[in-house]
């Protein structure tokens, strides 16, 4: 059974990092893409980030040089650190497994950027 857990959310200020962690279990995650997505109010879910197998990584124009995704084979973790976060960043964050023919998701964690 695959599972994803996302943690390290919370409140943080504009200007300020976060660093979300994502658990996962169930896979042979070293094999498969895994990617951060972000939901906000009224908003349709959208990808943030995302890392190969490798260390190839693709991410949203919005975060470019401001997030960097990681992955830890070894650990079966993958990590969004969140710099110069924006009030617009504000979203229930999700983590991603893409296996073929078929998305899992986490249960997501709320990132909320206010002053």
């Known amino acids: 059974q695959v599972q994803l857990v996302e943690s390290g959310g919370g409140l943080v200020q504009p200007g300020g990092s976060l660093r979300l962690s994502c658990a996962a279990s169930?896979?042979?995650?070293?094999?498969?893409?895994m990617g951060w997505y972000r939901q906000a109010p009224g908003k349709q879910r959208e990808l943030v980030a995302k890392?190969?197998?490798?260390?190839?990584?693709n991410y949203a124009d919005s975060v470019k040089g401001r997030f960097t995704i990681s992955r830890d084979n070894a650990k079966n973790m993958v990590y969004l650190q969140m710099n110069s976060l924006k009030l617009d960043d504000t979203a229930v964050y999700y983590c991603?497994?893409?296996?073929?023919?078929?998305?899992?998701w986490g249960q997501g964690t709320q990132v909320t950027v206010s002053s």
């Open positions: 991603n497994a893409e296996l073929p023919g078929r998305y899992y």
């Open positions: 890392i190969l197998s490798g260390v190839s990584t």
């Open positions: 169930g896979i042979t995650f070293r094999i498969y893409p």
